[in-house]
């Protein structure tokens, strides 16, 4: 059974930083991609970052490229997403989320994926 489970969430000053931790279980980082997702109030959910099954590629949304980092620890069975130069407007539920694939495969879309953990709140104040 594919597990993803969420920690790290606080609220942080605008210009802080954040690590946000996925714990998974049930499947390999071979296998896998691996998303991170945000909804804010009032909004549609969003794609963050994410990381390819097999090699680890990465992509990033405009909105935080640059300040956002997404990595996989293997030994940990935990991808992370570090967030630093944070932004009011960075303020929402944050999720993660797999699906199984080709190597070397990503998705950056919400509807593409097929599990997901229950989301963890981070809020950046002005």
């Known amino acids: 059974e594919v597990q993803l489970v969420e920690s790290g969430g606080a609220l942080v000053q605008a210009g802080g930083s954040l690590r946000l931790s996925c714990a998974t279980s049930?499947?390999?980082?071979?296998?896998?991609?691996v998303g991170w997702f945000r909804q804010a109030p009032g909004k549609e959910r969003e794609g963050v970052a994410c990381?390819?099954?097999?090699?680890?590629?990465?992509y990033y949304a405009d909105s935080v490229k640059g300040r956002f980092t997404i990595s996989r620890d293997k030994a940990k069975n935990t991808v992370y997403l570090q967030m630093n130069r944070l932004k009011p407007e960075d303020t929402a539920v944050y999720y993660c989320?797999?699906?199984?694939?080709?190597?070397?495969?990503?998705?950056?879309?919400?509807?593409?994926?097929?599990?997901w953990g229950q989301g963890t709140q981070v809020t950046v104040s002005s």
């Open positions: 049930g499947f390999s980082y071979d296998d896998y991609a």
């Open positions: 989320a797999a699906r199984w694939t080709v190597s070397g495969a990503y998705y950056t879309q919400p509807q593409d994926y097929t599990d």
């Open positions: 990381i390819s099954s097999g090699h680890g590629d990465t």
